[in-house]
């Protein structure tokens, strides 16, 4: 789909702060630090925090309620991602000589192959303000459950139906997956932890105002 930039994608009105709808949810915004693809901040990420559309936060609102009594919390890595930062990620793929991160996240790809083969997209869901990058955490331990690849892992191995890890693991993603689609989210082929609110109330507005509580509440 093309981006349209429209009007209203510095307006910040149909979006809430994730943890004031969910308050149980985990949050490592990783674009807000330098633990990600790139090795630094990602532009539009001011502060550490989770902001998505209202319709995407109470549906997983009902999702996080489903997991806690079965034992798991949700863990979100990313949520809405601004357009800034996904034009960073363009300008990343054509810099060749930067491969700081290269064996922590794509260690089998040549980087402009992320693009080519569907992990970094040039028009984001994310920047439409209803998909969310997680994982799920168990209640017992406090850890992470493992689901046979790290977040943005870009490989093979992070594909939901890849069958070269355990069955405890394919189980794990499995979970995530039933919970999130029964929900009303649509996954994605290539990354276990990527999901997208089927019934998005922007289809077609790429917003660019900053993650910031601040901007959000003014």
Known sequence: MKAEYK????????????????????QEIRYHSS??????????????????????ARALKSAS???IVQGYRLKVFDAYRPVCAVKQFVLWGIEDQDIR????FYP???KQELFSKGYIAKNSSHS????????????????EVDM??????????????????????????????????RNGFDTLFCEWWH???????????????????????K
């Open 35 to 56: 633990y990600n693809f790139i090795g630094e901040r990602i532009d539009g990420y001011e502060d550490p925090c989770a902001l998505i559309t209202k319709e995407a």
């Open 195 to 217: 999901f997208c609110l089927h019934n998005e109330p922007y289809p077609e507005t790429y917003f660019e105002f900053p993650v910031s509580i601040e901007y959000l509440r």
């Open 65 to 67: 309620a489903e997991l």
């Open 108 to 110: 089998e790809l040549e």
């Open 148 to 181: 046979g690849s790290p977040f943005d892992l870009f490989s093979e191995a992070s594909h939901p139906d890849y069958k070269g890890i355990t069955e405890e693991q394919f189980e794990n993603r499995m979970l995530l997956q039933r919970v999130m689609v």
């Open 128 to 143: 439409r303000g209803s998909a969310v990058d997680l994982t799920l955490v168990d209640m017992k331990t406090g850890k």
């Open 7 to 26: 009007s209203e994608n510095m307006d910040p009105s149909g979006f809430v702060v994730l943890a004031d709808f969910v308050p149980s949810i985990i």
């Open 101 to 104: 991160m290269k064996p922590y």
